[in-house]
C-alpha cells in the first residue's frame, strides 16, 4: 500500500509561481509513474502530466505546457511540479497519483494510489 501526501498548495496572484510536492511512503516508489492531476470545481478531474519511473519521460496536458514541469527524486520518494505562469484557470485542487505502468499514462482510471489533494488557486 502507498500512501501519497502532497503539500505546497495557497493563494497567488496570475502570473506567480508554485512548487507542489508529493511525498510517498509504504511501497517502492521508483516502480511507479508518478502523476498529477487537478480538479476545479464543478468539473471532472484532469491529467496534468506525468514522469515515468526513471524519470527519463514526461508528457504534459497542452494546457500546462511550457509552464509546468514534473521531476522526481526516488532517493527521496518525492515527485514536484513546479508551475510558473499560473493563471486562474490553473485553480482548482491538484492530486498527486501513482500508477505501476512502464511508460507515462495520462488515464486517470490506471492509476492505483492517489493523494488527499492540496489546493492551488491563481488570483487574477
Known amino acids: 500500500q502507498v500512501q501519497l501526501v502532497e503539500s505546497g498548495g495557497g493563494l497567488v496572484q496570475a502570473g506567480g509561481s508554485l512548487r507542489l510536492s508529493c511525498a510517498a511512503s509504504?511501497?517502492?516508489?521508483?516502480?511507479?509513474?508518478m502523476g498529477w492531476f487537478r480538479q476545479a470545481p464543478g468539473k471532472e478531474r484532469e491529467f496534468v502530466a506525468v514522469?515515468?519511473?526513471?524519470?527519463?519521460?514526461?508528457s504534459y496536458a497542452d494546457s500546462v505546457k511550457g509552464r509546468f514541469t514534473i521531476s522526481r527524486d526516488n532517493a527521496k520518494n518525492t515527485v514536484y511540479l513546479q508551475m510558473n505562469s499560473l493563471k486562474p484557470e490553473d485553480t482548482a485542487v491538484y492530486y498527486c497519483?501513482?500508477?505501476?505502468?512502464?511508460?507515462?499514462?495520462?488515464?486517470?482510471?490506471?492509476?492505483?494510489?492517489w493523494g488527499q489533494g492540496t489546493q492551488v488557486t491563481a488570483s487574477s
Open positions: 497519483a501513482a500508477a505501476k505502468r512502464y511508460g507515462v499514462p495520462a488515464n486517470a482510471y490506471v492509476y492505483d494510489y
Open positions: 514522469i515515468r519511473w526513471s524519470g527519463d519521460r514526461t
Open positions: 509504504g511501497g517502492t516508489f521508483s516502480s511507479y509513474a
